[in-house]
């Protein structure tokens, strides 16, 4: 299996507040990604990095900052969270995207189910 | 814009039962094109993929050909297994690593 641990893995909290969700790889492993996923819509990527310091948004990046001062994190912050980030967030790790190294295959942890009330 | 449009679930068959998810997709130029499963409780993994027309991705007896003329995708399996149920995701990758997924099938196997 892929070295990947995300936490918490179950959060619960109140609309407004601040909350970090971390992603932590032992592969090291160029690109890393958060996806949420939610019923009806798969899996939808919020923001996804390239390198440290090295980021980019995603399909639904509002409400959401990323960081990567490691190769090995990759954390995810909702600055106030709303009942609309409701959901299970999925990192992800994939390994250099060019030539013949090139599989095309992403890692995914286990999830962080988060819920705002 | 790049999208991945699947066939609605939940599908429920009986074992050993023939399995077809149907999976079309919207891009230009000619993606990569995967089937990713997520089992109860954990993150996706991938399943097979197929990266120019006409190949045909296989793994655990599932099986996938990319369709060019028809954009399309599916997944089968000759005889399904209870353990075979899961969420099924087809994704498409246009550039980068940037993966685009569909809004997955859930099948159900029952013995």
């Known amino acids: 299996d892929a070295g990947i641990t995300q936490s918490p893995r179950h959060k619960v909290t109140e609309t407004g507040t601040p909350v970090t969700l971390r992603c932590h790889q032992t592969e090291n492993h160029r690109y890393m990604y958060w996806y949420r996923q939610d019923p009806g819509h798969g899996l939808r990527l919020i923001h996804y990095?390239?390198?440290?310091?090295?980021?980019d948004k995603g399909e639904v990046s509002d409400g959401y900052s990323v960081s990567r001062s490691k190769t090995e994190d990759f954390l995810l912050t909702l600055e106030s969270a709303t009942s609309s980030q409701t959901s299970v967030y999925f990192c992800?790790?994939?390994?250099?995207?060019?030539?013949?190294?090139?599989?095309?295959?992403?890692?995914f942890g286990e999830g962080s189910r988060l819920t705002v009330l | 814009g790049n999208s991945v449009t699947q066939m609605e679930g939940p599908v429920t068959l009986s074992e050993e039962a023939f399995l077809t998810i149907n999976c079309t997709y919207t891009a230009t130029g000619y993606p990569s094109l995967f089937w990713y499963v997520q089992y109860p409780g954990e993150g996706l993994q991938l399943l097979l993929k197929?990266?120019?027309?006409?190949d045909k991705g296989s793994n655990k007896g599932f099986e996938a050909t990319y369709r060019k003329e028809t954009t399309s995708f599916h997944l089968e399996k000759g005889s399904v297994q209870v353990s075979d149920s899961a969420v099924y995701f087809c994704?498409?990758?246009?550039?980068?690593?940037?993966?685009?997924f569909g809004a997955g099938t859930i099948l159900r196997v029952k013995s």
């Open positions: 992800a790790i994939s390994a250099d995207a060019s030539g013949k190294f090139d599989t095309g295959e992403l890692f």
């Open positions: 197929a990266t120019k027309a006409d």
């Open positions: 994704a498409l990758r246009k550039y980068g690593n940037k993966l685009v």
């Open positions: 990095s390239y390198g440290v310091k090295d980021t």
